[in-house]
C-alpha cells in the first residue's frame, strides 16, 4: 500500500483548528489564521526548497493512485461541514466582536484554501462529477464564475495584457483587487455569453447560459442561509467569502505579476511556458495549497494532477514559499523591493518581460 497520498492531510491541521475555532471563544478562535500567515510563513524562510521530481513510473503510479482524488472529495464534505458549523455558531453563540472578527477570518481562510483552492484543482478534471464538486466548492465563496473564467480565460490569456488576473509589473495588490475581481466577472459573462450563442438558438437559448444560472444558484444559496440563521449571520457569511475572494486574487497577484508572454502577431502570442508562472518549491506550502505553488507546471499542462506537478529549472523562482510571498505582497514596498529585481533578472535571461513595462 502506497502512503505518499498521506501528507496531503496535513492542510486538515487547518481545518481541524478552525473547525474548533467555531466552538470556542477567546484566543483559540485566532491559531488557524497564526499558524497559517506566521508559522508557516516563518518555517519556509529556514527550510530551503525541494525541486526533485518524481520519475516517470513513479509519475504514472501516483497519477492513477485514487487517494488523491477520494482526499479532495472528502474535501467538498468537510468544507459544507466547516460552513454549517460557522452558521449555526454565529447565530447562537454569545461572543465578544473579536471573537466574531475571528471566527469570519477563520471561515474566509477556509473560503480561500479549500473551497476556492480544491475547486481550482477540480474544475481541471474532466469528469462531470467532479466538475460538479468543484462548482459546489466554488458556491461556499459566492465565485463560480471563476470556474467559467479560470478554465477558459484566464489559461487562454495568461502573462498578456489581456488578461485580468495577471498582475502588470508594478501593480499594487490592491489596485489588482479591483482590476482582477471586476474585469473577470465580466469577461465571464462574455465568455458564457459566446458560448451560448454559439451551441444555441433561440428566444429562449439565455436559459443555457451558465452565468444566468450560477448567479440564481448563488442568490438562492445566500437566500436560504438568510432563512435559516438571519441576516446578521448572513452578512457574516457574506464578509468571510469577500475574504476568499481576496485570498485567491492575492495568489492570483503572486503567481503571474510581471510576467509577460511575447507577441507573436495581431492578438496572437507565444505558447504557454513554464517561464509565465511564479514557481515555489517550498515544502510546507506546496503540501498546505495542494501543490498550487508548482504553477509554472500547472500553467504548461493544466489536466496535470496536482500530485504530479513538476518543477522546471527555466522557471522563475520565488524566494520562499506562496504563503509567504502572499503576506510579503500586502506591504507594497516591501513587494516591489523583492520582486521587481527578481522580474528584471528573469526578463533579461528570458526575454519574458514586455519591454513597455519597464
Known amino acids: 500500500m502506497r502512503f505518499r497520498a498521506f501528507k496531503y492531510l496535513s492542510p486538515l491541521l487547518v481545518y481541524m483548528g478552525s473547525y474548533r475555532a467555531f466552538m470556542v471563544t477567546g484566543w483559540e478562535i485566532w491559531s488557524p489564521l497564526l499558524f497559517a ?25 501516483e497519477r492513477k493512485d485514487k487517494k488523491y482524488d477520494f482526499l479532495l472529495y472528502f474535501i467538498v464534505l ?9 452558521l449555526y455558531a454565529m447565530s447562537h453563540d454569545r461572543m465578544t466582536w473579536i471573537d466574531i472578527v475571528g471566527r469570519v477570518w477563520v471561515m474566509g481562510l477556509l473560503c ?26 466554488l458556491l461556499t465563496s459566492q465565485y463560480m464564475h471563476f470556474f467559467i473564467e479560470h478554465n477558459r ?41 459566446r458560448e451560448m450563442k454559439k451551441r444555441h438558438s433561440g428566444k429562449l437559448r439565455f436559459l ?4 444566468i444560472w450560477y448567479t440564481l444558484i448563488q442568490i438562492a444559496f445566500v437566500t436560504v442561509i438568510f432563512l435559516f440563521f438571519g441576516w446578521i449571520t448572513t ?30 502577431g495581431k492578438n496572437k502570442y507565444e505558447r504557454t511556458m513554464p517561464t509565465h508562472s511564479w514557481n515555489s518549491d517550498h515544502v510546507i506550502g506546496r503540501l498546505m495549497l495542494f501543490e498550487l505553488s508548482r504553477h ?4 504548461y499542462l493544466a489536466s496535470r494532477k496536482y500530485q504530479v506537478l513538476r518543477h522546471h529549472h527555466e522557471s522563475p523562482q520565488m524566494p520562499t514559499g506562496y504563503p509567504g510571498m502572499m503576506m510579503l505582497s500586502l ?26 513595462l519597464n
Open 208 to 211: 443555457f447560459n451558465e452565468m
Open 153 to 193: 480565460g484566464h489559461h487562454k490569456r495568461v502573462a498578456t495584457p489581456d488578461d485580468p488576473s495577471s498582475a502588470r509589473y508594478g501593480e499594487s495588490v490592491y489596485a489588482f483587487y479591483f482590476r482582477s475581481i471586476i474585469f473577470s466577472y465580466f469577461s465571464a459573462w462574455t465568455i458564457a455569453d
Open 296 to 299: 509554472s507546471d500547472h500553467h
Open 235 to 264: 452578512i457574516y457569511y457574506l464578509i468571510a467569502a469577500g475574504i476568499g475572494i481576496l485570498l485567491l486574487e492575492t495568489v492570483n497577484y503572486i503567481e503571474h505579476y510581471g510576467l509577460r508572454r511575447r507577441a507573436v
Open 78 to 86: 468537510l468544507q459544507y461541514a466547516a460552513l454549517l458549523k460557522f
Open 112 to 137: 480561500g484554501v479549500f473551497g476556492i483552492n480544491v475547486g481550482h484543482e477540480l474544475g481541471h478534471r474532466w469528469s462531470r462529477i467532479e466538475q460538479t464538486l468543484a462548482r459546489m466548492l
Open 331 to 356: 506591504i507594497p514596498p516591501a513587494w516591489f523591493y523583492v520582486m521587481n529585481r527578481r522580474v528584471k533578472e528573469f526578463s533579461k535571461r528570458k526575454k519574458v518581460l514586455d519591454p513597455q
Open 37 to 61: 500567515w506566521v508559522l508557516i510563513p516563518g518555517i519556509e524562510l529556514f527550510i530551503r526548497p525541494d525541486p526533485s521530481n518524481l520519475g516517470r513510473e513513479e509519475e504514472e503510479l
